[in-house]
Nanobody, 125 residues
């Protein structure tokens, strides 16, 4: 069974930085693409970024492009998202997700098969 455990959330001032981690266990790591989504109160879940292990390809949502960087460490079975120049509107619960195989619609939550429990990120103004 696949398990995803997020960490690294917290409270930060606007303009600051945070790094989230997502550790995967339970299955062969290399088969997966992994992603970050976020959900603010009263809003739909929003795509943040995807990391594809084949070729280390990365994809970003428009609202975070240029500020967030997703990366992966296969030795640690972990994906990271480095968040910089944080804005109050980045405040949300951030969820890690993993897909059993690559799907073209990487920006859709339905493209992922496994989810973590979420970690809160709060950006104060």
């Amino acid at each position: 069974q696949v398990q995803l455990v997020e960490s690294g959330g917290g409270l930060v001032q606007a303009g600051g930085s945070l790094r989230l981690s997502c550790a995967l266990s339970g299955r062969t790591f290399g088969r997966y693409s992994m992603a970050w989504f976020r959900q603010a109160p009263g809003k739909e879940r929003e795509f943040v970024a995807t990391f594809r292990w084949v070729g280390s390809s990365t994809y970003y949502g428009d609202s975070v492009k240029g500020r967030f960087t997703i990366s992966g460490d296969s030795a640690k079975n972990t994906v990271y998202v480095q968040m910089t120049s944080l804005l109050p509107e980045d405040t949300a619960v951030y969820y890690c997700a993993a897909a059993d195989f690559w799907r073209g619609n990487y920006h859709l939550a339905s493209s992922y098969d496994h989810w973590g429990q979420g970690t809160q990120v709060t950006v104060s103004s």
